[in-house]
């Protein structure tokens, strides 16, 4: 028995030795084959961040975009945001989610593997998410899938059906937003290039800003445009708005790192400084520009500073993050006054906010990333890395370009099933009463 013991312990202890030594790789087989444990601490912290996005959208943008509209359409505008948080969270659940983050197929797109979230339950993902359960990710991403049309509805507010914003939200999640999201976060294409898109600098601000673009100029200007008075008729209300998107940024981009942990810690502290930064950059353009400062210019500067770190929040350091919010406040700022030469009409001027902010951000990661800050990512050309930056700027133009070929496809199909636009009386009456038959205020 004493010497049975003795060659058990030897034995054992051999086995230890071994995986150990370079090239054996015994240790990592067995790592590998363990099974993956939820972190309860994870867990709660994405839940809690999905909780955060969702009232980026609802009350954040509805209120943000709400305000900003006249006093006819406000309930139009509002109801919009809610419309398509629920239309696109269905999409997703049947087969958006499967086809975004599915099984990699050829680099374009994923698999049916999980429609219907067949084969996505409790436990978690090695990929997507280690230490919390698959469920928890879908649920996270979904708010995403959801934020991002919403986004553009901004471009055409004001002359839009509602039936073709429904329409156009639906086709558009699942032809624009799903392969974007594939290619970089699901391990399509871009994703296998290398490319770094912390929390949606490409899939959800260029591919809403592209998309807005191509949206305000398709739909034409608003009835009066240039010379009625348009101004936002309840601009407590955007303030409201604006304080609901600062505080749903952090779990937009501190959620991103799937657990509680440093990276989420440092992309919320970016977030926090680019925002800052955002607003008191576009609030001293605009002061030295027109002679005042407005409130309406320090919330857009905010939520332009948010937009523009939103790439790069998990791969710099807060430094680099207020560089970036001084550059979003005066780049967006510039978008915006020089929309008057281009001659569209953006009504709530997604394009100069989540456009230009978003490729500004994504170029910013290919420069100031540093695995000193996420061993998880790369270095960017200011720390000896120039790749990544051509890489980013690939992002950039595939993004844009994709956006806008196909949501000038989806336009115009929509175009021919219902008709984009409400008639001039419709226009000129409002779309609460001509759409909802409700008004805001009695």
């Known amino acids: 028995m004493k010497a049975s ?14 995986t150990l030594l370079p090239g054996l790789g015994a240790g990592q087989a ?20 999905s909780a955060f996005v969702l009232a980026m959208l609802m009350p954040g943008l509805a209120l943000f975009y709400g305000g900003l509209v006249r006093t006819k359409n406000v309930l139009a505008t509002i109801m919009q945001s809610i419309m398509i948080l629920s239309v696109v969270s269905l999409l997703w659940i049947l087969f958006g989610y499967s086809l975004a983050f599915g099984p990699d197929k050829g680099g374009v797109i994923g698999g049916l593997d999980w429609v219907g979230l067949s084969g996505v339950g409790s436990q978690p993902h090695a ?35 509602f039936t073709s914003v429904v329409l156009f939200a639906a086709m558009w999640s699942v032809l624009v937003y799903v392969p974007l999201a594939h290619w970089i976060w699901g391990g399509g294409w871009l994703a296998q290039l290398g490319a770094l898109d912390f929390a949606g600098g490409a899939v959800i601000h260029i591919s809403s800003g592209a998309s807005a673009l191509i949206a305000a100029i398709v739909l034409g200007k608003r009835r009066g445009y240039g010379t009625d008075y348009m101004a936002p008729h309840n601009l407590p209300m955007t303030l409201l708005g604006t304080g609901f998107l600062w505080f749903g940024w952090f779990g937009f981009n501190g959620g991103s790192a799937l657990g509680a942990n440093g990276v989420a810690v440092s992309a919320i502290i970016a977030s926090h400084a680019a925002a800052c930064m955002g607003a008191i950059s576009w609030c001293g353009a605009e002061w030295m520009h027109r002679g005042k400062p407005t409130v309406l210019g320090l919330a857009s500067g905010a939520v332009a500073g948010l937009a523009t770190v939103t790439p790069a929040a998990g791969y710099i350091s807060p ?111 409002g779309l609460d009463l001509s759409q909802h038959n409700e008004r805001a205020y009695s």
């Not at 928890?136 to 934020?147: K, N």
Request: one cysteine or more; glycine letters at 12%.
């Open 127 to 161: 990929v997507y998410g280690p230490t919390i359960p698959h469920q928890a990710f879908m649920l996270f991403q979904l708010m995403f899938a959801a934020i991002a049309p919403a986004l553009i509805t901004g471009a055409f507010a004001e002359r839009k059906r």
């Open 30 to 49: 067995w790592a590998e084959n363990a099974p993956l444990k939820v972190d309860s601490g994870d867990t709660a912290w994405v839940l809690v961040s």
């Open 319 to 429: 430094l680099f993050a207020i560089l970036i919010g001084l550059v979003a406040g005066m780049s967006c700022y510039a978008a915006i006054v020089w929309k008057g030469r281009f001659g569209y009409d953006d009504s709530l001027d997604v394009v100069g906010i989540h456009g230009v902010g978003g490729v500004i951000g994504v170029l910013a990661t290919g420069l100031f990333a540093s695995k000193v800050v996420n061993p998880g990512g790369a270095d960017g050309l200011f720390f000896g890395n120039a790749g990544l930056f051509g890489v980013q700027l690939l992002v950039v133009v595939v993004t844009t370009v994709f956006s806008l070929v196909a949501t000038f496809a989806i336009l115009k199909l929509v175009d021919a099933m219902t008709g984009l636009r409400v008639s001039p009386e419709e226009e000129a009456t």
């Open 5 to 18: 013991a003795q060659w058990k312990t030897f034995i054992v202890g051999l086995a230890g030795a071994l």
